[in-house]
């Protein structure tokens, strides 16, 4: 492991996912499995092979409409979710979701039938009532948003589920489809539902690049954007009515009860992935697409597998994915970060402790021995035999039965070490007002982290002293480069 | 003056009249009148909760008001919108949002920028330029996550002058920041009004405010005083403005003491 590398150790590590959702993103995992065996050898003789060939060849024009219907309500939702994280307004998808269902039933009311555009117009339409509920009781009352979301949501879902049931028993009503906006059935999307969302992507897609600016500006501070006489009303009003279509057309493959998770996990994925805006909303519609995709698959290998829920899972394990895998803030990154930096820590005061004992000798000798070390550091010969073993197999020092050595690399590095150990702590003392007795601790952290540009900055500073506040002195990067103190071979004893 | 009207007499830059604003009819500001003309730095004075922010607010068009107007150059807030700049509190915005200094920047010009278009490369560079007034240049690309709160506040100065404007607001900039960041934000404020840029400033050290500000606004729900520094911070008037609170009357006394008194 190079030097310097640990000087990046964690910026700023945000837990805004906190335990819940990685709970949520386990458990989907661990559930993905087992559905996918099981579906596989649904019915008699690898019917579920079958079917996997089936979807795989997009033939059918049922398949293709569904893959295509996924595609776009995934993405689509992944795209305006983006915006919604960021705007810290997950809640507000959720009460949207529930409050389109009322709107569900009466667009299937207006003609007896499963249109979409008349579930289109009326769900929107009532998703649109229930937002302006939420505001107008955040404005008029002195209720906060939280709880007026969770009344609104609460009380127009219930509507909708009172109309549903009626719904199914009136006789003229074929309401087949309908239980479809509960639980979500992929296989239920015809080519007049496709069309439908097609242009409800189409529409978000130029939304959002047309008025990205404005949108960014909105969201990020919308009275300034207002003040610039940008047109923060109509952009948030349209960004809400978007929203609420694109709830609506993903509420038939996902129902209402799991659509707000198509809005908010890919989103939280993609904010996982990176800092940028643009790239977070770009990786939200993929992962947004992926997620309906692969969910719509996996219900296909079986009858009767309900769609919204096996998307949400997909979308949630790609999460926990991004949780453990992630690059930037990954868990298993973190880890093996913490486990190197711990690693070279350990190396490095190994290769200062020996630099003291040669350093008390003058540097006479060209080794010391493990008995000399282990005094040093107060610990057993066996102790430091481990340590030493692990310099030389870092190449850092050579271990020859008793005796110690420094490679010239370890000889580097324990003399850039012990400089930076001194130079903080003169530093500390001089330029901070640190008491010489306060600063050992300090520069026992700080010394392995200073990078070559801080060590010149901190030379400088200090006029280029030779000695600590204790009195010893500082190797200077001349006498690093000078030195051969330590070569093996020039010990004898 | 660039007031293009027809009157011989160009009108004042910022003309307040009979400005009411309430809260669920609570009253916060009342019959507020004001005039003022180009190249002037106005510090805002009042206790908490003396409508300092609202009236800002209210001159932005950003809260409904019960009463009055508010004109610049003569003319409605709409009409001017984007000669007109305003620095929030800093505690408006969410801070975690995931873009960078620049992009917050940039949005000081969005206004003249327009609707539908990208900011071009004379934006940036005029960003550039602005960022590098309130040395946070080397800083243009963090994301606004890891700024500490003197930066943010600088990052929203440095915002409000890439608009260019000629009207600014700004409340509080002086929050949160250390004497040094405070120094260098007064003496970008006075390059603004040396240009003939007027500036309204809300501001909360009496000592200082006196140092900085030629004219400064004395409010508690209706201006107390409003006029050149050395008539208006006296202890009288700064008493009836505090409404005779101790721990102010102190500040101000030891400030009038320091100074010997008002001139
Ligand atoms: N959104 C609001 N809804 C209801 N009342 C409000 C609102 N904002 C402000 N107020 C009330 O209006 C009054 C003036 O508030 P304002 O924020 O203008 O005060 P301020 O002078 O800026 O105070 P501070 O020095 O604390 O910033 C206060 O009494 C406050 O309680
Ligand atoms: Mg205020």
Redo the contacts with the bound molecule.
Sequence with gaps: MKAGRETRGGGGSRRRWGAARVATAVLAAALLLPWAHAAAPAGPDGEGLAQVWRFLRLEDAAVRHVVWGTLLLGGTCGLLGGFMVVRRMALVGDALSHAVLPGVAAGFLWNMSRDPVAILVGATVAGLVGTAFVSALCRTTRLKEDAALGLVLASFFAVGLCLLSIIQRLPAANAAGLSHFLFGQAAAIGPADLRVMAIVAGVVVLFVVALYKELVAVSFDAAFARSQGLPAAFVHHAFMFLLAASVVIALQAVGVVLVSALLVTPAATAYLLTRRLSRLLVYAALLGAVAGLGGAFLSFLGPGLPTGPLIVLVASATFGGAVLFGTREGWLVRFWRQRAGVGQTRRENTLKSMYHVAEREGFAHAGITLEELATRRRQTVEEVRALGAELHRHGMARLERDLLSFTPEGRRRAGEIVRNHRLWELYLTRSANFAPDHVHDHAEKIEHVLGEAAVRELERRLDHARRDPHGSVIPSAADLERSNWGEPGGRAR | MNAPTASPVPPPVVEIHDLTVA??RKP?LWGVDLTIGPGKLVGII?P???????LIKACMGLVPTQGGWVRFWGRPFGEVGSRVGYVPQRETVDWDFPVSVMDVVLMGRYGRIGLFRRPSRADREAARACLEQVELLPYADRQISNLSGGQQQRVFLARALAQEAEVYFMD?PFAGVDAATEASIVSVLRTLRDRGCTLFV?H?DLPTARQYFDHLLLLNLNVVAFGPTAEVFTAELLQRTYGGRLTLLSEVAQALGAQGGPR
Aim: no cysteine.
């Design positions: 809260y669920r916060v009042g908490n909760g003396a409508g300092k922010s609202t509080e809300v909360h």
